[in-house]
Nanobody, 129 residues
């Protein structure tokens, strides 16, 4: 079992930066690909970014590439999302999720939300224009 708790959301202006964090409980945090997904009002949940358990590879949606950076600290069992140059279109609830690499070892699954076993409750990010 893995429990995930997000933090760091809030209300910012367009162009500002924000850093989200996700703290995980449970053992063997490094075996999980950690992803961030988001759901804007009236829309479905979409992939934002993910990082492999080793931290060696990271993946980004085109809409955030160059603005967002994902990182992880396996010793602290945390994953962070640094969001720069925020836009109104980034307004959404952001969810942290964990994908078990022992079940799904391929790196091609990183953006498939149904592959993620554990989810946090989400944190609201609102960007005013």
């Amino acid at each position: 079992q893995v429990q995930l708790v997000e933090s760091g959301g809030g209300l910012v202006q367009a162009g500002d930066s924000l850093r989200l964090s996700c703290a995980a409980s449970g053992r063997t945090f490094s075996r999980y690909t950690m992803g961030w997904f988001r759901q804007a009002p009236g829309k479905g949940r979409e992939f934002v970014t993910a990082i492999r358990g080793s931290g060696g590879s990271a993946y980004y949606a085109d809409s955030v590439k160059g603005r967002f950076t994902i990182s992880r600290d396996n010793a602290k069992k945390t994953v962070n999302l640094q969001m720069n140059s925020l836009e109104a279109e980034d307004t959404a609830v952001y969810y942290c999720a964990a994908l078990d690499e022992e079940l799904y070892s391929s790196s091609s699954y990183y953006n498939r939300q149904y592959m993620y076993t554990y989810w946090g409750q989400g944190t609201q990010v609102t960007v005013s224009s």
